[in-house]
């Protein structure tokens, strides 16, 4: 039974075009999140939400937008892609400790 | 302003020979630190946490308010520990969210 998981886990797609990356976790976390890992392998918060509210928008281009319908879920659509975009995103949720999706890697091309 | 500094961008070591992953932070307050773990091309894992005091695959993690360093140490290490070592602490009333460091890849050779 996979904690946190993400579609799809590779993502190849042309500038410009819309895309989405669902999460799901099934350990009961009220908090999840958006974490962006460059080309360096630097990983930096982008969104956190607790109980489908968001709390954490952390200077992401509004082409960026979090969806949480329950929260268990929080999917990531992003529009107009840009280069720039390609990464590693993992989604993760959290109580006391994180639980860390196994990565979502878009590439833009 | 909070950050987190890892110097070492690559750490190579021989096997059985001693690790030491250097972190330190600057945070006005009373943190909680944790170093996780990626293997290649998987999802981090939480290697340790400073309030827990364990030792978790040999690794240990002793946090230094003084030095503001939170170093992670392995007396002998193993070809299974190559791996990205993060660093990152989380603070109160911060949402839960993380600052990780830049990351130290370490390989250990045979």
């Known amino acids: 039974d996979t904690a946190v998981s993400q579609t799809p886990k590779y993502l190849v797609t042309q500038m410009g075009n819309d895309k989405s990356i669902k999460c799901e976790q099934n350990l009961g976390h009220d908090t999840m999140y958006w974490y962006k890992q460059d080309s360096k392998k630097f990983l930096k918060i982008m969104f956190s939400y607790n109980n489908k509210e968001l709390i954490i928008n952390e200077t992401v281009p509004n082409r960026f937008s979090p969806k949480s319908p329950d929260k268990a879920h929080l999917n990531l659509h992003i529009n107009s892609l840009e280069l720039g975009d390609s990464a590693v995103y993992f989604c993760?949720?959290?109580?006391?400790?994180?639980?860390f999706g196994s990565g979502t890697r878009l590439t833009v091309v | 302003a909070q950050r987190v500094t890892q110097p070492e961008k690559l750490l190579s070591v021989f096997k059985g020979a001693p690790v030491e992953l250097k972190c330190n932070y600057s945070y006005s307050g009373s943190p909680e630190l944790f170093w996780y773990v990626q293997y290649s091309r998987q999802r981090l894992q939480l290697l340790l946490r400073?309030?827990s005091r364990e030792s978790i695959k040999g690794f240990t993690a002793d946090l230094n308010k003084g030095e503001t360093s939170f170093h992670l140490k392995k007396p002998f290490a193993q070809e299974e520990d190559s791996a990205m070592y993060y660093c990152a602490l989380s603070g109160p009333g911060q949402g839960g969210k993380l600052i990780f460091g830049q990351g130290t890849e370490l390989s250990v050779k045979p």
């Open positions: 400073h309030i």
């Open positions: 993760a949720s959290s109580a006391l400790v994180y639980t």
